[in-house]
């Protein structure tokens, strides 16, 4: 009964080449299927990060462009902020980024910050307008900054002995370049007894970055050494000597 009904629904002819065509179907079609996705798929994907990679290079900016927009301020008063910098420059065209520089330990301006101009027309005639010109009863200084440090000293760091840092601590700004912790030690223990002095660098080099502290067993020592020490000339430089 079951083989009259299925040859009324569909001839034995007929069903033979039906199942004869869905073999050749799979046959042909599954090894596509497969060749698309092992072969065609990672190239789209490898073409679409070339032409990902290709436009952000074409954005990216060269180091002496963004160098020659950058402009280093010296010798700012202590309590000029971020805004009052901006603000400074501002006169002078678009202001893209302006910064003071703080010590890390005291929380303190060093003094000195950077300025991002939006050209360098304007950044030169910021430098022009600027420089020299008395801010808080300080003159500063404004310059181009150094395309990304070329000149910077990348010799190994001097060997040093290990600070012994203390609660009675003083900064010691405004160093010269050329002040070792060796010389900075030797010039305060001239006159009274430390515990030990270092001079901070820029990670993986020599070069100072202009300030260091002295440290000592009390609270008597770091008054006498803020009033013997402050202002007085270090490597024909006058130096800050503050309480840490």
């Known amino acids: 009964m079951a083989t009259a009904i299925s040859s009324l629904i569909t001839p034995p002819a007929l069903h033979g080449r039906c199942r004869s065509a869905a073999s050749a179907s799979v046959s042909v079609a599954a090894p596509a299927r497969l060749s698309f996705r092992a ?5 789209a994907r490898r073409r679409g990060l070339a032409l990902r990679v290709s436009a952000s290079s074409a954005v ?15 010798n700012i008063p202590r309590t000029v902020t971020n805004d009052e910098l901006r603000d400074m420059f501002a006169a002078h065209g678009t202001v893209e980024r302006a910064e003071v520089m703080y010590d890390k330990y005291t929380n303190r301006s060093r003094r ?8 360098a027309e304007e ?3 910021a430098i022009e307008a600027l420089n020299d010109i008395e801010v808080g009863g300080r003159k500063i200084q404004v310059n181009v ?8 000293d990348r010799s190994a760091p001097e060997p040093e002995t290990v600070f012994v840092d203390s609660q009675y601590k003083v ?8 002040v070792t912790t060796e010389v900075l030690k030797n010039f305060f223990a001239e006159k ?9 660098h820029i990670p993986g080099t020599s070069k100072s970055k202009g300030f260091g502290f002295v440290t000592f067993s009390s609270e008597e020592e770091v008054e006498a050494a803020v009033a013997t020490f402050n202002n ?13």
């Open 123 to 125: 950044a030169n005639a």
């Open 112 to 119: 000195f910050g950077f300025v991002t101009m939006s050209t």
């Open 39 to 43: 072969v065609a798929a990672p190239q």
């Open 192 to 200: 009274g007894q430390i515990l030990s002095a270092t001079v901070s």
């Open 145 to 152: 900054t150094e395309s990304f440090l070329p000149n910077i």
């Open 60 to 74: 990216l900016e060269a180091p002496a462009e963004v160098a020659a927009r950058k402009l280093y301020v010296g």
């Open 171 to 178: 900064y010691v700004g405004n160093l010269a370049k050329t």
């Open 232 to 244: 007085t000339e270090l490597e024909g430089q006058p130096i800050r000597v503050n309480k840490a």
